[in-house]
């Protein structure tokens, strides 16, 4: 999928809505349980009762690598399914890779090509030969964590360095990397008062915004510094809308949720 594929499927659905695919065994349905691929027949349902609403999803493939080889067998059924019933879905790997340049490669052909994700999280503190070789992928995104919603964020994120934070060295340095277009940015919502001076640096780039919702964050104040022409701008909700009922009503619940979110952004859409 590519970005102009995207923001036309964003037209066309009147929704930025990403549906994070982060499945917990404790969580699901019980009854789901009984059935051979628990993952795949829970994401399978979700996939089916949301996919008009959104426009990509997410899953992190920590919850997949939890359960070992079942669980990345079911990560590879569910991109596979994506991909032949819905190939105008964007897919994101969320597996926050980033290593030297050799491993790095092969971190991008298992997502990208393997897998056939259409983009990846990277994280980019190895700098350079560590995200170039993600970014080397034709028609493919690179998503380099810019500004995370953790706590922790302020650790290094936000530190000054000669008079800059570090997320906007990194920001601005991403730009001069080999097939730089190629990048997205991961920005948290519950940073959303730093999403004016993002803008000043990438004013076109898509950023990945997880933590509206269940961490808190302001899906019309990201909207507000945020959006672009294009509108800029992938929402993430995982936990709010996969776990909306735990019941055998699961997927409907899941629909219902997805569709709250899916119409406020259908009045912001049309407010701009």
Not at 59 to 71: Q, R
Not at 106 to 124: H, I, N, R
Not at 219 to 228: A, H, P, R, S
Request: hydrophobic share 40%; with cysteine.
């Amino acid at each position: 999928v590519t970005t102009q594929e995207l923001i036309e499927q964003i037209r066309l659905k009147k929704s930025f809505l990403t549906i994070g695919l982060d499945v917990d065994l404790n969580k699901i349905p019980k009854h789901l349980l009984e059935t051979e691929d628990p993952i795949f027949e829970f994401n399978k349902a979700i996939i089916d009762a949301t996919h008009h609403l959104c426009v990509a999803y997410k899953p992190n493939t920590a919850f997949y690598e939890a359960y070992g080889l079942k669980g990345w067998k079911a990560l590879e059924k569910t991109i596979t399914y994506l991909n032949e019933n819905h190939p105008e879905i964007f897919t994101i790997a969320d597996a926050k890779r980033g290593d030297i340049g050799n491993t790095s490669s092969m971190y991008a052909k298992a997502f990208l090509e393997d897998l056939a994700f259409d983009s990846v999280t990277v994280a980019p503190y190895m700098g350079k030969d560590s995200v170039e070789p993600f970014l080397a992928f034709k028609d493919k995104h690179t998503i380099l964590l810019a500004l995370t919603s953790n706590q922790g964020a302020f650790d290094f994120q936000t530190k000054t360095i000669d008079g800059k934070e570090v997320y906007k060295q990194v920001l601005e340095t991403s730009k001069t990397w080999e097939n730089s277009e190629n990048l997205m940015y991961v920005v948290g919502a519950t940073k959303a008062e730093f999403l004016t001076d993002i803008r000043k640096i990438i004013p076109e780039s898509f950023l990945l915004v997880p933590g509206v919702g269940a961490q808190g964050g302001s899906l019309q104040e990201v909207c507000k510094y945020g959006m672009t022409d294009t509108i800029g701008l992938l929402i993430n909700s995982s936990r709010g809308i996969i776990y909306a009922s735990n019941g055998a009503d699961f997927a409907e619940a899941a629909a219902k949720s997805a569709k709250c979110l899916q119409q406020d952004m259908e009045v912001i859409l049309n407010a701009n």
